[in-house]
């Protein structure tokens, strides 16, 4: 199936479920929920996806550009080289009908280093997103600082690369509007981040409306502040039963910001 296929029936599945969203949107509650997974870890991104594919929800996962390729320079504690992906399992979750977005060329702490030399390498991410990934298209990107990480400078010359980004601040944004650029972001770490993520879902539910963009990395023992995937199921399980919660990656909820969608709300 090919992707743009299967981006319309997700749609078609999404309209049979209309009704009761836009109901709660008349009540003037909507909660939209994005858990954006970073970094690229193989073995938990396609579990994260199949967990995803259960309810025909669409995940939202960050790689690292230059991750897969040899001699690379990305080092961190919570990664290790035999642990990431590459384009080939990225393009086939996108095929899926998952987004994936950038998250630095070599996992470089941005906000750190001289601005120019900070915006070579979010060029040189772009670049490999550009020529790896299918249709990408670095205006309908979000752009997800590593460590949550950046510059005023940074985040004013972004906008003319990218649709948006991603950067730390609180989990629970507005709901975005048409012209909105800069999502903010936050998480729990190094050890298990669940109880973490339920108590800003309880945030979340508790305001008339919101965004909240939960940010994590891997399953089980990978990466930085993991869950279990019982947990995740569980989770996107209850999340589903309430009306006025969509789950979805961050990218298309900014894409339907632009379109409207949330004007009145
Ligand atoms: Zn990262």
């Known amino acids: 199936m090919k992707r743009r296929d299967f981006v ?30 970073d970094d690229g870890f193989k073995k938990s991104f ?3 996806a199949e967990i995803y594919e259960k309810f025909s929800l669409s995940a939202c996962f960050n790689i690292i550009a230059s991750a897969h390729m040899p001699g690379n320079q990305v080092r961190d504690d919570y990664m290790k080289q035999e642990q990431f992906g590459d384009f080939g399992a990225w393009n086939e979750l996108q095929d899926r009908g998952h987004e994936i977005m950038p998250h630095g060329y070599r996992h470089a702490h941005l906000a750190s280093l001289p ?4 915006k070579d390498l ?13 249709g990408f298209d670095a205006k309908k990107a979000v752009f997800n600082f590593p460590y949550n990480q950046s510059s005023p400078e940074l985040e004013e010359w972004l906008p003319s690369v990218v649709m948006a980004f991603r950067t730390t601040g609180g989990i629970l944004n507005p709901l975005p509007k048409p012209a909105t650029v800069k999502i903010t972001t936050g998480g729990f770490g190094p050890d298990n981040a669940e109880k973490h993520v339920d108590e800003y879902v309880d945030k979340l539910l508790a305001q008339p409306s919101g965004w909240m963009v939960y940010n994590l990395h891997g399953l089980d023992e990978e990466g930085w502040g993991p869950i279990r995937p019982a947990y995740l199921e569980k989770l996107l399980g209850r999340l589903r039963e309430i009306d006025s919660v969509r789950i979805q990656p961050t990218a298309r909820v900014l894409m339907q ?3 409207g969608r949330f004007a009145g709300i």
Do not use: N, Q, Y
């Open 8 to 37: 319309r029936t997700i749609g078609t599945a999404a309209s049979a479920a209309i009704p009761a969203r836009l109901l709660s949107a008349e009540t003037g509650k909507l909660h939209i929920v994005s858990l954006s997974f």
């Open 46 to 48: 396609l579990r994260i």
């Open 115 to 118: 601005p120019e030399e900070a």
């Open 257 to 259: 910001a632009k379109s």
């Open 122 to 134: 979010i060029r040189k991410c772009i670049d490999v997103f550009s020529k790896e990934l299918r």
